[in-house]
């Protein structure tokens, strides 16, 4: 199966963005702490080379609390302002405003020194769909000020957004990127809902996840399952059809419902906090 998603309104989008750069001061990429690198925008790499860079790593109430360590350590080595945050319950979120100012200090400086004082720094929001831009800023700004959904790329349309008397915001639409550069990249950003799950085959996708959930986290799902896994990964899924009562009429094992299962238990971390790659593997 295709991992792949690049409907007609990112490659709208992302010729918009490339104008909008030109106002920004700032650029706060926000991406999933399970798939730091996977759930980075290439195409936003190359846009804002020359831009100062915040990221975010959010949804860490999802992952893996010791790799998200070594990702900010990561990212920090490579010269971006970090900053871990749970959007959902605004855990680090209050860390993010002094650090937009931070990154912007050279900036504010220059100003000054031309006798600006009261230019607020603008920051452009951007990262993938389902990423959870969204609720980000509706968390930052405290108030609903952005349409939030649970469908990947509801985010639409250009908004600005004041934050305070030092910081503007402008939000972006999820986009992703033309091609994936390897196979795993698009199917971590499949497990973790930001192609549209309408597209993909749920079992082909659910098989995939076992097979990366037992190589990584082998105790996690034999524990939550109670179930010997095998090599075969859709032999899996049947097991854990029949275990967990997931039958078609006659009693044979409905992969399709195990599928969705699987799924939604790692969306759900009902499986435990888990990271599907580590700074190593770069
Ligand atoms: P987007 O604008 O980037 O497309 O994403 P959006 O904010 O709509 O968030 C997508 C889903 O991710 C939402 O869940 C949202 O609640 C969830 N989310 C965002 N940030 C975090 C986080 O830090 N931790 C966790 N656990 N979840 C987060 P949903 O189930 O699709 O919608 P809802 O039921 O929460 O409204």
């Known amino acids: 199966m295709q991992y792949q998603w690049y409907p007609g309104h990112m490659a709208k989008a992302k010729k918009q963005m490339l104008e909008d750069l030109k106002l920004i001061d700032v650029l706060v990429e926000l991406v999933d702490a399970r798939i730091p690198v996977s759930s980075k925008n290439p195409d936003i790499e190359k846009m804002a080379a020359n831009k100062s860079r915040v990221i975010l790593l959010n ?36 860390k993010v405003k002094d650090v937009i100012l931070k990154a912007c200090e050279e900036k504010i400086k220059k100003d000054r020194e031309k006798g600006i004082l009261f230019r607020p720094v603008r920051a452009m929001i951007c990262g993938i769909p389902n990423v959870g831009k969204s609720t980000f800023i509706n968390s930052l700004a405290g108030k609903s000020c952005t349409k939030t959904g649970n469908k990947p790329g509801v985010t639409k349309g250009k908004q600005w957004i004041r934050l305070n008397k030092n910081i503007e915001l402008l939000d972006t639409p999820g986009i992703l990127w033309p091609k994936f550069d390897d196979v795993f990249t698009g199917k971590k950003i499949a497990f973790i809902g930001s192609i549209n799950d309408d597209i993909l085959i749920s079992s082909e996708m659910a098989a995939d996840l076992i097979g990366f959930l037992y190589e990584k986290y082998p105790d996690y799902i034999k524990n939550y399952y109670g179930i010997e896994f ?20 006659g009693g044979t094992a409905d992969i399709d419902r195990a599928s969705r299962l699987l799924v939604d238990d790692f969306r759900s971390v009902k499986l435990g906090k888990i990271s599907l790659e580590t700074p190593e593997e770069f």
């Open 230 to 249: 095998t090599n075969d990964n859709f032999k899996n899924l049947e097991l854990i059809a029949l275990k967990r009562g997931c039958l078609k009429k």
């Open 59 to 94: 949804k860490t109430d999802m992952a893996d609390d010791r790799i998200t360590d070594r990702w900010v350590k990561y990212f920090e080595d490579k010269g971006y302002f970090v900053v871990k945050v749970n959007s959902r319950s605004g855990a680090g979120i209050n």
